[in-house]
C-alpha cells in the first residue's frame, strides 16, 4: 500500500520515532512524503522513501495530487494544533481530499499507530479492492 507521510516542523521528531517503532510495518510498504519529512525519516530509519518538494514549496500539493488520483491509501499528517506556523502546510486541503476519496487520515501519534495496526492486521486491505 502507498502511505503519505506529513509533518509540521515541531512533529518530525514524533514522525521519526513513529517511523522508527512501526518500521516492520512501514518497510512492507511504498512511502512518500513530503521534502524534510521524507529525509528525516529515512536516515532515522534506512526506508525508502519518495520525497517530494518540502510542504511549504509545493510538497503538500504533490501528495495531494495522488491523493485525488487515490494513488495514496493511507495518510500520516501529524499537524501542530497549537503553534502551527504559516508557512507550514495546511491540514484541511488533504482532509478534505482524503474525505472526498475515502481514504485513512492521522493526525495524531495516536490515530496513527491504530491505522499501522489495522494496516499489518489486513484491516485496510478493502483499499485494494
Same mark, same amino acid.
Given at each position: 500500500m502507498n502511505i503519505a507521510l506529513i509533518a509540521h516542523d515541531n512533529k518530525k521528531k514524533l514522525m521519526e520515532n513513529l517511523c522508527?517503532?512501526?518500521?516492520?510495518?512501514?518497510?512492507?510498504?511504498?512511502?512518500?512524503?513530503?521534502?524534510?519529512?521524507g529525509s528525516l525519516v529515512e536516515a532515522a530509519t534506512n526506508l525508502?522513501?519518495?520525497?517530494? *518538494?518540502?510542504?511549504? *514549496?509545493?510538497?503538500?500539493?504533490q501528495l495531494g495530487s495522488q491523493v485525488a488520483n487515490n494513488d495514496i491509501d493511507l495518510v500520516v499528517?501529524?499537524?501542530?494544533?497549537?503553534?502551527?506556523?504559516?508557512?507550514?502546510?495546511?491540514?484541511?486541503?488533504?482532509?478534505r481530499l482524503c474525505d472526498v476519496h475515502n481514504i485513512p487520515l492521522a493526525s495524531n501519534l495516536a490515530t496513527a499507530e491504530i491505522l *499501522?495496526?489495522?494496516?499489518?492486521?489486513g484491516d485496510l486491505d478493502w483499499r485494494k479492492i
Open positions: 522508527i517503532a512501526y518500521r516492520h510495518i512501514l518497510n512492507k510498504h511504498t512511502l512518500y512524503a513530503t521534502g524534510t519529512t525508502s522513501v519518495h520525497k517530494y *518538494l518540502a510542504g511549504h *514549496l509545493g510538497g503538500e500539493q499528517f501529524l499537524r501542530d494544533p497549537v503553534a502551527p506556523k504559516s508557512y507550514e502546510p495546511n491540514i484541511n486541503g488533504i482532509l *499501522l495496526l489495522a494496516l499489518d492486521r
